[in-house]
């Protein structure tokens, strides 16, 4: 059974960081491509980073880059999202996912759609 299970999500200061995991379960994360997605409310999801398990390239849209760090263990099964400078516009339920085709994530770009998902975790800023 495929389980992705996020968890380090929580309640920071503006301007502090965070560290979010996702925990694979039934896959093997340089087989797939995985993707952090995050959810305002009233607001639409978007992509926020992503990275290559094949040949560990990475994206990240241009709101997050430079503050925010995805990265994998492939020991632990893990990704992750090492969130820096968190900004007000930051806070959302953020989500991992994982996607068969390599090519939801390049360099250059992120699939808008993957084929599986965490539950999601919230994350707020605020002092």
């Known amino acids: 059974q495929v389980q992705l299970v996020e968890s380090g999500g929580g309640l920071v200061q503006p301007g502090g960081s965070l560290k979010l995991s996702c925990a694979a379960s039934?896959?093997?994360?340089?087989?797939?491509?995985w993707g952090w997605f995050r959810q305002a409310p009233g607001k639409e999801r978007e992509a926020v980073s992503c990275?290559?398990?094949?040949?560990?390239?990475?994206y990240y849209v241009p709101g997050v880059k430079g503050r925010f760090t995805i990265s994998r263990d492939n020991a632990r099964n893990t990704v992750y999202l090492q969130k820096q400078r968190l900004e007000p516009g930051d806070p959302a339920v953020y989500s991992c996912?994982?996607?068969?085709?390599?090519?939801?994530?390049?360099?250059?770009?992120?699939?808008?759609?993957?084929?599986?998902w965490g539950q999601g975790i919230q994350v707020t800023v605020s002092s």
């Open positions: 039934g896959f093997a994360l340089n087989t797939y491509a």
């Open positions: 990275i290559n398990g094949r040949d560990g390239s990475t």
């Open positions: 996912a994982a996607d068969t085709d390599l090519w939801a994530c390049t360099k250059r770009t992120i699939k808008r759609t993957y084929n599986y």
